[in-house]
């Protein structure tokens, strides 16, 4: 029976209604993704906690999806918020949110960053048997290969062959990692072989680490031989990060034309896949990646103004321009000493910023401080003690190593007892670069009374250490001062006694 012309009219309207509705959701379901992850990102520079926000976000109306929360978790993770990342998962869990394999995976990685490995093991080990597969154990072993623990990674990966489980490329590809970062790229050569010989394909990943491991061997034409096996392959395994790689393999090298070849050969593929529609938005974020590197790399050649233009090609490429990017951008201007730039656009990103983040505060206040441009850097920290909660103990070390440069060992201790006062529940310590720079300088200037302000600031926070007597030590030595009563000193502070301290102790006390 033929439908009639009312029918059809209402039955059509009604579906365009629908199809304006449901597009309409896409735009509003990814603003509310944008918005949980900027509340969550936001906690960096607060210090807030992550189960209050997610709760206060439900409380505001708010939905905590699990697509949302799983977006959040791999932004957190690519930024490497990691603490804030596995929070998420464990507030996922006590809502009794269904972790699928890939999730397991995932915080089996988290818990290895934020915990160490032997929570890993254990959340492993406490896994159903189900679970327990290619998925979770490929990610405990790329774990031991993270932390170089290669006599677990070879004994995982046997027992792995043994249960069918290498039949991807990624497994080989960790230990390929491993043997790289322990000095032993010819190893790497092997297990290419092996894969062949099994049958596995190799993909972009492991392509990218049997470049590098020629290039480690510097053996170039061995690079080009890997670039050229990747053509014959096809172009699933080419993409943007093989002319990165290859670009880091020539800087390293000192090849610098090869190394600016390979970064125009790298524009060409974010061309290319900028006008490609399919995946456009899945594209998105991977292209601005590809912009960081080429403003990396281009600084790795020197060329500042091919970071200029990419930098300038960056920002009209994109909606906003991300805290990362002006990040990016500033290490790169730091790093060619372009400092009148680098202050430039520092202020571009604080004019404009969302949420203040130090990070950027600290690349341009060590900039300035190399350059001998104090007053720049304390207004730089003057106002991010304004903007944001911290953390600002990276920016204090730099003051204080500056401060003993010039002189100034007074209010080097006034920055360092401020870091102490700020950190609270937080166990920072000094980077032992910064510790040895103080104690250097008051053994030069032979300032014992110096280096006894220093060390009564470390006990007041429970920080004074056996490294921090030695060097108080050595400055009474160079005074020639005695002390007799350090050894009471040492004991009442529950310092052991070494043999370099026994030493000390010897001159110190009187014939």
Same mark, same amino acid.
């Given at each position: 029976?033929?439908?009639?012309?009312?029918?059809?009219?209402?039955?059509?309207?009604? +579906?365009?209604?629908?199809?304006?509705?449901?597009?309409? +959701?896409?735009?509003?379901?990814?603003?509310?993704?944008?918005?949980?992850? &900027?509340?969550?990102? #936001?906690?960096?520079?607060?210090?807030?906690?992550?189960? &209050?926000?997610?709760?206060?976000?439900?409380?505001?109306?708010?939905?905590?999806?699990?697509?949302?929360?799983?977006?959040?978790?791999?932004?957190? &993770?690519?930024?490497?918020?990691?603490?804030?990342?596995?929070?998420?998962?464990?507030?996922?869990?006590?809502?009794?949110?269904?972790?699928?394999?890939?999730?397991?995976?995932?915080?089996?990685?988290?818990?290895?960053?934020?915990?160490?490995?032997?929570?890993?093991?254990?959340?492993?080990?406490?896994?159903?048997?189900?679970?327990?597969?290619?998925?979770?154990?490929?990610?405990?072993?790329?774990?031991?290969?993270?932390?170089?623990?290669?006599?677990?990674?070879?004994?995982?990966?046997?027992?792995?062959?043994?249960?069918?489980?290498?039949?991807?490329?990624?497994?080989?590809?960790?230990?390929?990692?491993?043997?790289?970062?322990?000095?032993?790229?010819?190893?790497?050569?092997?297990?290419?072989?092996?894969?062949?010989?099994?049958?596995?394909?190799?993909?972009?990943?492991?392509?990218?680490?049997?470049?590098?491991?020629?290039?480690?061997?510097?053996?170039?034409?061995?690079?080009?031989?890997?670039?050229?096996?990747?053509?014959?392959?096809?172009?699933?395994?080419?993409?943007?990060?093989?002319?990165?790689?290859?670009?880091?393999?020539?800087?390293?090298?000192?090849?610098?034309?090869?190394?600016?070849?390979?970064?125009?050969?790298?524009?060409?593929?974010?061309?290319?896949?900028?006008?490609?529609?399919?995946?456009?938005?899945?594209?998105?974020?991977?292209?601005?990646?590809?912009?960081?590197?080429?403003?990396?790399?281009?600084?790795?050649?020197?060329?500042?103004? #091919?970071?200029?233009?990419?930098?300038?090609?960056?920002?009209?490429?994109?909606?906003?321009?991300?805290?990362?990017?002006?990040?990016?951008?500033?290490?790169?201007?730091?790093?060619?000493?372009?400092?009148?730039?680098?202050?430039?656009?520092?202020?571009?990103?604080?004019?404009?910023?969302?949420?203040?983040?130090? &990070?950027?505060?600290?690349?341009?206040?060590?900039?300035?401080?190399?350059?001998?441009?104090?007053?720049?850097?304390?207004?730089?920290?003057?106002?991010?003690?304004?903007?944001?909660?911290?953390?600002?103990?990276?920016?204090?070390?730099?003051?204080?190593?500056?401060?003993?440069?010039?002189?100034?060992?007074?209010?080097?201790?006034?920055?360092?007892?401020?870091?102490?006062?700020?950190?609270?529940?937080?166990?920072?310590?000094?980077?032992?670069?910064?510790?040895?720079?103080?104690?250097?300088?008051?053994?030069?200037?032979?300032?014992?009374?110096?280096?006894?302000?220093?060390?009564?600031?470390?006990?007041?926070?429970?920080?004074?250490?056996?490294?921090?007597?030695?060097?108080?030590?050595?400055?009474?030595?160079?005074?020639?001062?005695?002390?007799? #009563?350090?050894?009471?000193?040492?004991?009442?502070?529950?310092?052991?006694?070494?043999?370099?301290? #026994?030493?000390?102790?010897?001159?110190?006390?009187?014939?």
């Amino acid at each position: 029976m033929a439908k009639s012309p009312s029918r059809v009219i209402w039955t059509g309207s009604r +579906a365009v209604r629908h199809l304006c509705a449901a597009a309409e +959701a896409v735009p509003v379901a990814a603003e509310k993704r944008k918005r949980m992850y &900027r509340r969550l990102s #936001e906690l960096g520079a607060s210090g807030g906690s992550v189960s &209050r926000t997610l709760n206060e976000l439900i409380l505001e109306g708010g939905k905590t999806s699990k697509i949302n929360l799983t977006t959040c978790i791999k932004k957190l &993770r690519k930024y490497g918020r990691f603490d804030h990342a596995i929070e998420v998962m464990e507030w996922m869990q006590k809502r009794k949110m269904n972790f699928s394999h890939v999730d397991h995976a995932v915080y089996l990685d988290l818990t290895a960053k934020t915990k160490g490995i032997a929570a890993a093991e254990n959340y492993f080990d406490n896994l159903p048997p189900s679970v327990q597969n290619h998925v979770t154990y490929s990610t405990l072993l790329n774990c031991y290969c993270k932390e170089l623990m290669s006599e677990k990674a070879l004994t995982l990966f046997e027992k792995m062959d043994k249960m069918k489980l290498l039949s991807t490329s990624m497994p080989f590809s960790n230990l390929m990692t491993l043997h790289m970062r322990l000095g032993q790229p010819e190893k790497v050569l092997d297990i290419v072989q092996e894969m062949k010989q099994r049958g596995v394909s190799p993909g972009t990943f492991t392509y990218n680490i049997w470049m590098q491991s020629y290039g480690c061997l510097n053996d170039f034409e061995g690079v080009q031989r890997v670039l050229d096996e990747m053509k014959m392959d096809g172009k699933e395994n080419f993409s943007w990060t093989t002319y990165s790689n290859l670009a880091t393999i020539y800087v390293k090298a000192g090849l610098l034309d090869q190394a600016e070849s390979a970064l125009r050969k790298l524009e060409e593929q974010i061309e290319c896949g900028r006008d490609c529609d399919f995946q456009k938005k899945r594209r998105h974020d991977a292209d601005r990646e590809a912009y960081h590197f080429l403003i990396s790399l281009y600084a790795g050649t020197s060329n500042l103004s #091919e970071v200029r233009r990419v930098w300038n090609s960056l920002k009209s490429s994109f909606r906003t321009t991300t805290n990362i990017s002006y990040l990016n951008v500033l290490q790169a201007l730091a790093k060619l000493k372009d400092v009148e730039g680098l202050l430039k656009c520092f202020k571009e990103w604080e004019s404009s910023c969302h949420s203040y983040d130090m &990070r950027l505060a600290n690349v341009a206040i060590r900039a300035c401080l190399e350059h001998d441009m104090y007053e720049e850097a304390a207004s730089i920290f003057d106002e991010a003690l304004k903007r944001t909660k911290g953390l600002f103990f990276k920016a204090r070390e730099m003051f204080m190593v500056f401060f003993l440069k010039n002189h100034q060992p007074d209010l080097a201790l006034k920055h360092m007892k401020a870091a102490f006062s700020e950190a609270k529940e937080i166990e920072w310590q000094p980077d032992q670069k910064t510790v040895s720079a103080f104690l250097n300088y008051f053994e030069d200037e032979k300032d014992v009374d110096g280096a006894e302000r220093l060390c009564k600031i470390w006990k007041q926070i429970n920080r004074l250490k056996c490294n921090a007597y030695i060097l108080l030590l050595k400055t009474y030595i160079a005074a020639g001062r005695l002390a007799p #009563e350090m050894q009471q000193r040492l004991e009442e502070d529950n310092i052991e006694i070494n043999p370099e301290l #026994e030493n000390l102790l010897e001159r110190l006390s009187p014939k």
